[in-house]
């Protein structure tokens, strides 16, 4: 029997996860997406992924359910369906919500798994940071741990507070280097470049940087200061980095990232 996946909220990250999961082959599953709004339901189809509006009807018929609703509306789908999760493997991907609220809101006992994946994971390139609750079982643990990795790759974590720097991290991460790239295709525009001649420059370097460091054991600065020849073109735009103080305001964009995560906390 395949494993069944309810997955309740069909904004961004819940329609990365539907589709990575879909379209990865490791994992055999039927997933049903339920979201109250009709027009977030679109397009789903074609990913062999079933929808719903009825939230009850998505979680009766799962094993696993993946809460990818707001911050600001979990406690309130939580509660209404905590009998019904009870019995369910719960995995809630909320930024902000920590686990000691959901078990508060849910049924004791209930198997809780408290986890940060990223979009990357519609491609199968996600990462997700995850923790468990005492009463999730070993196999559980498997299963996520196969769900996870079926989009990419997964790092589990032991302590709930590191989510919040998880989020600012590869939660937020993505837009970070979409920004770099943004910046860089701007710049060869300025330039004189055709648009698309320089949108496949910028974007296929990063993948081919982000390679090298995956697979390398060096640590970035090595990689970066091994491009960098003395006196070179990346020497030069380095030192303009450097000079308007790009690395600080990377530092401390990361930081606001994560003080924002404690704050959607402390607003539940």
């Known amino acids: 029997m395949k494993l069944r996946i309810a997955i309740v909220g069909g904004g961004h990250m819940g329609r990365a996860l539907a589709t990575g999961i879909a379209n990865c082959v490791d994992l055999d599953a039927e997933i049903v997406v339920a979201d109250p709004l009709a027009n977030q339901l679109a397009g789903y189809q074609q990913h062999n992924v079933s929808t719903t509006t009825n ?51 849910l049924k004791p006992s209930t198997a809780i798994i408290h986890c940060m994946p990223n979009l990357p994971a519609a491609v199968c390139e996600g990462v997700t940071a995850i923790i468990a609750n005492p009463f999730v079982s070993s196999d559980q643990k498997a299963l996520t741990d196969r769900i996870f990795k079926a989009v990419g790759d997964t790092v589990w974590i032991k302590d709930d507070r590191h989510i919040d720097i998880v989020t600012a991290i590869s939660g937020s991460g993505p837009a970070y280097f979409f920004y770099l790239m943004d910046a860089m295709i701007q710049a060869a525009t300025e330039l004189g470049m055709d ?37 070179g073109t990346t020497e030069r735009a380095l030192a303009t980095l450097d000079a308007n103080g790009v690395r600080e305001s990377i530092i401390e964009a990361v930081k606001a990232a994560f003080t924002r995560s404690t704050e959607l906390t402390a607003s539940l």
């Open 55 to 105: 939230n009850n009807e998505a979680i009766a018929q799962s094993d696993v359910v993946v809460l990818a609703v707001k911050p600001q509306v979990i406690k309130s789908v939580v509660v209404e369906h905590s009998g019904a999760l009870q019995q369910k493997l719960v995995i809630s991907i909320a930024a902000g919500v920590p686990m000691g609220h959901l078990e508060l809101w």
């Open 195 to 231: 648009t698309s001649v320089a949108r496949e420059l910028a974007t296929r370097t990063a993948l081919g940087a982000s390679s090298m460091s995956v697979n390398s054991s060096k640590a970035p600065a090595t990689l970066r200061n091994e491009v960098a020849s003395p006196g």
